[in-house]
């Protein structure tokens, strides 16, 4: 097995005021390759650590079953996660403006990264899930293709969604567990089941590209890693 590759590079953010260090995997056989495909992460150590998926992705990558592809990990401060990551959060213009004008520029020019809008997946569980969506809704020109496992969406998500014009551009991985009800967040008790399926339907309404998937499963990262590979060939199957 090819050995793989985690960089690090500390960012201080002149949008959120503080300094993040940020996680880079390059696939087996980084160094001859170009323009790779990106998948940037919410909650990024924890899928690197919980969600497994570097050892999920590398294997399946040197098997040839998906397109080589890096990952960037960008880390939360958990007191400050609903405030990034949140629609009704006071930093989350500022943390989306950290990714777009800091982070990309940043690892684009540091490794072989495409450039290309197509080539970018931004993802998330639950709230990062949410704010992964958001991105894609702000900025269409830079980003087109979501993975949200999970998805804490709120009515200003779904008012977001409802202003858009069209929204046939956007593909999304959308997952959801049956036993998703009642989970409880900073927010209150939500039934994510109910508002991944509105989310959905609205989705559709506007055009979009949406792989819908509902299984049995709750809200942790179990549920979450078991999954990952159906997400990754999504978007990186060959």
Not at 181 to 208: C, F, S, Y
């Amino acid at each position: 097995m090819a050995k793989r590759t985690i960089k690090k590079e500390l960012v201080t953010s002149r949008w959120l005021n503080e300094t993040k260090e940020i996680l880079i995997y390059l696939p087996p056989g980084h160094e001859t390759l170009t323009d790779l495909p990106l998948l940037v992460l919410h909650d990024g150590p924890d899928y690197f650590n919980l969600g497994r998926i570097v050892t999920q992705a590398t294997p399946l990558i040197e098997a040839g079953e998906l397109t080589p592809f890096a990952m960037m990990a960008i880390p939360v401060n958990k007191e400050r996660r609903t405030s990034e990551y949140s629609p009704i959060g006071e930093r989350q213009a500022s943390h989306m403006s950290m990714v777009v004008e800091e982070l990309l520029p940043l690892v684009r020019s540091r490794y072989p990264i495409s450039p290309k809008r197509d080539d970018l997946v931004i993802g998330g569980s639950s709230l990062g899930g949410t704010v992964s969506l958001h991105l894609a809704l702000q900025y269409p020109d830079v980003c087109s293709r979501v993975l949200s496992q999970s998805g804490a969406f709120l009515q200003q998500t779904i008012d977001e969604v409802m202003r858009q014009p069209s929204l046939s551009h956007l593909q999304i991985y959308q997952s959801i567990g049956l036993s998703e009800i009642a989970v409880p967040t900073h927010m209150g008790t939500l039934d994510l089941v109910a508002r991944n399926r509105e989310m959905k339907r609205h989705l559709l309404e506007k055009n979009a590209k949406v792989a819908y998937y509902e299984e049995e499963g709750d809200h942790t990262w179990g549920f979450w890693q078991r999954e990952l590979p159906r997400a990754l060939r999504l978007f990186f199957g060959q």
